[in-house]
């Protein structure tokens, strides 16, 4: 796994204390792609997390970016979120 999963996993980890974290570096799926030219990554993150109850969508996503802000600008150029309650999990997202 690389550094960049680590770190991205660690900051998450710390700071939505998650029933699950799921991270996906899709970054081989848009080879030529003229913004991963730069060297930054496209990723997918799946948290389940306390922090998302009574919180919509937006403020779901202004969440996790905050948390990865720094690497927003050099390490991430894309990040699909899905950001999930624990009462919003349902045996099919398991």
Known sequence: MSD????MRSRLTATFAPLACQLEDESHLH???AGAASGAGH???RLVSDRFEGLNRVARHRL?????????????????IIAI???EVTQDSK
Do not use: F, K, W
């Open 43 to 45: 990723y997918t993150v």
């Open 4 to 7: 960049r999963i680590e770190q």
């Open 85 to 87: 309650a624990p009462s």
């Open 64 to 80: 996790v970016y905050d948390c990865l802000r720094d690497m927003m600008t050099s390490d991430i150029h894309a990040l699909n």
């Open 31 to 33: 080879a030529g792609h």
